[in-house]
């Protein structure tokens, strides 16, 4: 069984710019969940989505977003992007046993 | 979620038993252990978790105690491969992970 893909893998952007991340959930998996990682803050809850529906929501400001599509893709979202905002952001899937796996990441660097 | 407490690093020879404790005193008694580690730069990798009862796979050993106030992680034969974070996570089924800041695992030669 094919693992979480992320996509892409390396992004290069510049303040004030905007962002979107992929990610696909292992096959059969319903909630995607986003977290992002900093050397300073270690590794963050997003939010989570599981069948179009935003279950749960981290501490961020209304800057990041994200979406679910009907065959349980994910995208993320960030809007007027900051300097703070470069991190390894991670997407994990899980299925109805609830164990959270996770895909390679996507490496954000905002100049 | 339950906080949980690991020695911030480890360190052990190739092809002994890494073994691994975290303290979650305050665990509630439907919060799971999970475990997983991070390898540098990659996505956190799942390697176990637990209720009540010891679980092996094969990857590692998770050892519960009875009072479910720590546990412990066993990794058998440990190779350089293993060399990565580990996070002990206290967490309910269907709520997100919390990361501490784990334990760094450095397997020797």
């Known amino acids: 069984k094919a693992g979480v893909t992320q996509t892409p893998r390396y992004l290069i952007k510049t303040r004030g710019q905007q962002v979107t991340l992929s990610c696909s959930p292992i096959?059969?998996?319903?909630?995607v969940s986003w977290y992002q990682q900093t050397p300073g803050q270690g590794l963050q809850f997003l939010f989570e989505?599981?069948?179009?529906?935003?279950?749960n929501k981290g501490n961020f400001p209304g800057r990041f977003s994200g979406r679910q599509f009907s065959n349980s893709r994910s995208e993320m979202n960030v809007s007027t992007l900051e300097l703070g905002d470069s991190a390894l952001y991670l997407c994990?899937?899980?299925?109805?046993?609830?164990?959270?796996?996770f895909g390679p990441g996507t490496r954000l660097l905002v100049l | 979620d339950a906080k949980t407490t690991q020695p911030p690093s480890m360190d052990c020879a190739e092809g002994r038993a890494a073994n691994l404790p975290c303290n979650h005193s305050?665990?509630?008694?439907?919060?799971?252990v999970y475990w997983y580690r991070q390898i540098h730069s990659q996505g956190p990798q799942y390697i176990i978790h637990?209720?009540?009862n010891n679980e092996t796979n094969e990857m590692a050993s998770l050892i519960i105690t009875e009072d479910r106030k720590s546990s412990t992680l066993i990794l058998p034969h440990a190779t350089l491969r293993d060399t990565a974070v580990y996070y002990c996570?206290?967490?309910?089924?269907?709520?997100?992970?919390?990361f501490g800041t784990g334990t760094r695992l450095q397997v020797f030669p």
């Open positions: 637990g209720l009540k």
């Open positions: 989505y599981f069948s179009e529906t935003q279950r």
């Open positions: 996570i206290a967490r309910y089924n269907t709520d997100k992970l919390i």
């Open positions: 096959s059969g998996h319903r909630s």
């Open positions: 994990a899937s899980s299925g109805a046993e609830e164990t959270q796996y």
């Open positions: 305050t665990i509630s008694g439907n919060e799971y």
